[in-house]
């Protein structure tokens, strides 16, 4: 079995155009590993979308946010910190995954 991840709708354009190159979660996310290929699935239907590979996966204090995560993110500061309290709220620890489209 593939080991998947799940973005939403969304944020898949980004994905698949390359413009988006992290992705942050919850502390789950560090069951990803470096070198780790992804089956990525879109989170309203689980269809399959595309292929990412993790490059890196580092521990992140929310208020260490910054610009440098928005933009990898595809989007404002302001922006990620809203989405990011709207799925974990009050969520202090957070790990954020580095990735390349493979296809």
């Known amino acids: 079995m593939s080991q998947t991840i799940r973005f939403y709708d969304d944020l898949i354009p980004a994905v698949l155009s390359g413009a988006k190159t992290i992705t942050i979660r919850s502390q789950a996310g560090r069951q990803y590993q470096p070198g780790m290929r992804l089956e990525v699935l879109r ?12 490059m890196s996966v580092k521990s992140l204090r929310y208020q260490e946010l910054n610009d440098s995560h928005a933009v990898q993110e595809y989007m404002t500061l302001s922006e990620l910190r809203e989405l990011i309290q709207k799925i974990y709220p009050d969520i202090e620890h957070l790990s954020v995954i580095s990735f390349k489209l493979i296809q």
């Open 43 to 54: 989170h309203s239907d689980g269809e399959r979308v595309a292929e990412i590979e993790v």
